[in-house]
């Protein structure tokens, strides 16, 4: 059998409960990036999700926010076109989304809190960097990145040990063909980092060490909240 790449087009419609049963817990990372999203919003800026799939995530945030910061936009961009009958039913006035790829967005200014969750993972490696270095630069000096990846484990042990005990999870929600069918269709679409590795495109991209903080973590998918400090 011929191996294709996983079509995020293929899984539009059910998504959101797709995504929740291949990423154990993601439901509260969602729910802390939206009470986190509250520090951070501010009237006259955007609100960008990289990635943002059905858009869920970003209506969920609006809905936060909007009566406390009427000022402020939202904007959700992803590549795939198949998310659009999705984005049709959650337009507001000041929520838009767009398919765009992230590495040509034009967008980036004014930014008070970017979400990129799981996304990065999917961009070319050389791509990473110059994308966070845009996002820093973007954001407002106390805006702030929550970012989400799948990552390396920092020794082949615990990686044997944690990817087995997902797969048991998985097994939970889908047939043994399907997650051996995702994990091929993955395979040449989604390359991972070590923590490691994102931390420091982190801090290389601007943002400080001390300023970088775990917010979530479970088997081998972790987030992190970066703040963009005040320039002196
Ligand atoms: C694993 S999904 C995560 C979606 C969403 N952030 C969530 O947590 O539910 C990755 C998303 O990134 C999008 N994507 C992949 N490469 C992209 C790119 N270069 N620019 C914009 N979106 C991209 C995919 O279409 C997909 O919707």
Redesign the pocket.
């Known amino acids: 059998m011929m191996p294709h790449d996983f079509s995020?087009a293929e899984h539009a419609p059910e998504?959101?409960s797709h995504?929740e049963q291949s990423i154990p817990g993601?439901r509260q990372l969602?729910s802390m990036c939206v009470g986190l999203s509250r520090r951070f919003v501010q009237n006259g800026t955007t609100v960008l999700?990289?990635?943002?799939?059905?858009g869920?995530?970003l209506s969920a945030i609006r809905h936060m926010n909007q009566p406390a910061r009427l000022g402020a936009r939202y904007v959700g961009?992803?590549?795939?076109r198949a998310?659009a009958p999705q984005w049709r039913e959650r337009r507001a006035p000041n929520l838009t989304f767009q398919v765009?790829?992230?590495?040509n967005f034009r967008g980036y200014r004014n930014l008070s809190l970017v979400?990129?969750?799981?996304?990065l993972q999917?961009?070319g490696e050389s791509d990473r960097l110059p994308l966070l270095r845009r996002l820093h630069d973007a954001l407002i000096p106390g805006g702030a990145l929550i970012i989400?990846e799948k990552v390396f484990a920092p020794s082949a042990q615990l990686q044997d040990a944690l990817t087995f005990d997902y797969l048991d999870m998985k097994l939970q929600h889908f047939s043994e063909r399907e997650v051996l069918g995702k994990e091929r269709a993955l395979r040449g679409q989604m390359r991972l980092w070590t923590e490691q590795q994102l931390v420091s495109a982190l801090c290389e991209a601007g943002f400080q060490s001390a300023n970088i903080v775990e917010i979530w973590r479970n088997y081998l998918f972790v987030a992190k909240l970066g703040i963009k400090t005040w320039e002196r």
């Open positions: 995020f998504f959101d995504i993601v969602r999700d990289i990635g943002c799939s059905t869920s995530l961009i992803d590549a795939e998310f765009c790829d992230a590495r979400t990129c969750l799981f996304t999917f961009l989400a």
